[in-house]
Every structure is written in structure tokens, then in C-alpha cells.
């Protein structure tokens, strides 16, 4: 348990923000917030370090503040 909320708050620290603070999102949803990718590209970007995921169960799901962090990074 102590060591969960070690790697959690290391996470933190990394981000600067909790996970989910705005909310959550499923695939489909976290896809078409972005601007139409498909859900591989979310797990890339994911395994990329450019947004956070959390499996719940079988789901995942993606933290909706990486996302906006994400698109205010790539405006020009």
C-alpha cells in the first residue's frame, strides 16, 4: 500500500497536477476530445509520456487535464 502511494505521488510531482482532477474519460470519448485520433494513437501517446492513463478493471481510462496539456502543446 505505502508503496502505491509512493509511485502515485511521484506521478504527481511529474505532472504537477492529480490524476483526474478535472475528470476522466474513456477511449472513445478521451479520441474524439482530442479531434478524431483513434485509440491506438491515445496508447502511444500514453507510452510516450505525453498524457496519463489509469486502468480501472479491464477499462482505461485518461486524465482529461493531460489531454487539454496536450493540445495547448501542439497549437502553434
Request: aromatic share 8%; glycine share 10%; charged share 30%.
Amino acid at each position: 500500500m505505502a508503496l502505491t502511494l509512493v509511485s502515485e505521488n511521484l506521478a504527481e510531482k511529474k505532472w504537477g497536477f492529480e490524476f483526474g482532477i478535472e475528470g476522466s474519460l474513456n477511449g472513445v470519448k478521451a479520441a474524439e476530445f482530442i479531434g478524431g485520433c483513434s485509440t491506438r494513437t491515445l496508447e502511444r501517446l500514453v507510452d510516450a509520456g505525453q498524457i496519463r492513463s489509469a486502468k480501472t478493471g479491464r477499462r482505461v481510462v485518461y486524465c482529461k487535464r493531460s489531454l487539454r496539456e496536450y493540445m495547448k502543446a501542439r497549437e502553434v
